[in-house]
């Protein structure tokens, strides 16, 4: 029986974490900037404030600024609004990052829209989506660019290659599309109205899951020897009573007899999110001072 091999996506955003540090430190070397990573939080979610903290921890570690934002759940919009242009004056921050989901009483649409775009590592900001679009230099979002560099390690060129991605949000779904573009493969954009998905997935050398539905994608939809990427993180009953365990959205056991590569959940794409955020937090800060990137990839 075949047996794909595992992507290992925390073997990976490690070493985009060392490559960012180097990056980090050749600039403070150099007597230039530090580069700095504002997040802001509304409200005292539990798993979002391990997820915050995640991130400064991670930014420290590779030498950056960390600045934390912890907002009470009853925030105003216009306080929010008020601190993101305060965080847009700062010139000891190169990136803004506001904690999603936000409060029902705040637009999160107007917020991400009052980030500047230089500032937005997040890669939401309608000038950075748009300048993906259209193939101009932008902030990308974090987790679709983090999917590209793991199939990228894994498959080299991926130019002619069939492409799926299940989903269509504009945090992963429709972005994944575009990388997938930008790299000449051939894309198609599954959803919950169209016909035959598992026939669609078959088709498919490369499947990117990311719909948030606990291992829909079953081992008999996937091509032999495609590449699976699962995006999905989602908490289930476990076998134990009273406990949970994560799955994603690919059924992993079926797939990955089936697959030539697949990632693991837990452990796959997840740390490639905050790998990529800091990347993109050094890339922000070269770009405001006018500085070369040199790409952390």
């Known amino acids: 029986m075949n047996q794909a091999k595992i992507i290992d996506g925390n073997a990976v955003a490690a070493e985009v974490r060392a490559t960012v540090a180097a990056r980090v430190a050749t600039l403070k070397e150099a007597g230039g900037p530090t580069p700095g990573l504002a997040v802001v939080l509304v409200g005292a979610d539990p798993a979002s404030q391990v ?12 030498g950056m600024n960390s600045f934390e934002h912890f907002l009470p759940a009853e925030t105003t919009e216009q306080d929010l609004l008020t601190l993101v242009e305060r965080l847009n004056l700062d010139h000891r921050v ?3 990052l506001v904690q999603l989901p936000l409060p029902k009483q705040i637009d999160a649409q107007k917020v991400l829209e009052s980030i500047h775009p230089a500032k937005d590592v997040d890669g939401f900001h309608p000038f950075n989506v748009g300048r993906l679009v259209t193939g101009g230099a932008a902030l990308v979002p974090c987790t679709p660019l983090g999917c590209l560099l793991l199939l990228k390690r894994e498959l080299g060129n991926l130019s002619g290659k069939r492409a799926i991605v299940l989903g269509r949000s504009n945090i992963v779904g429709k972005p994944m599309a575009q990388l997938l573009l930008r790299e000449s493969a051939t894309v198609t954009i599954a959803h919950s109205r169209t016909q035959d998905l ?24 996937i091509k032999p020897g495609a590449t699976v990427i699962d995006v999905g993180i989602n908490r289930v009953p476990a076998a134990e009573e009273g406990k949970t365990r994560l799955v994603g959205d690919v059924a992993f056991a079926e797939a990955a007899t089936v697959a030539g590569a697949i990632t693991p959940v ?19 800060c070269c770009r405001l001072h006018d500085l070369p990137f040199e790409e952390v990839l």
């Open 198 to 221: 598992p026939g669609e997935c078959r088709r498919a050398d490369i499947v990117v899951a990311a719909v948030g539905r606990p291992e829909m994608v079953r081992g008999d939809w």
């Open 51 to 62: 997820y915050v903290r995640n991130k400064n921890k991670r930014a420290v570690e590779v």
């Open 266 to 284: 837990p452990g796959g794409v997840g740390p490639m999110t905050i790998a990529i955020l800091l990347r993109n937090a050094v890339e922000a």
């Open 94 to 96: 190169h990136g803004i």
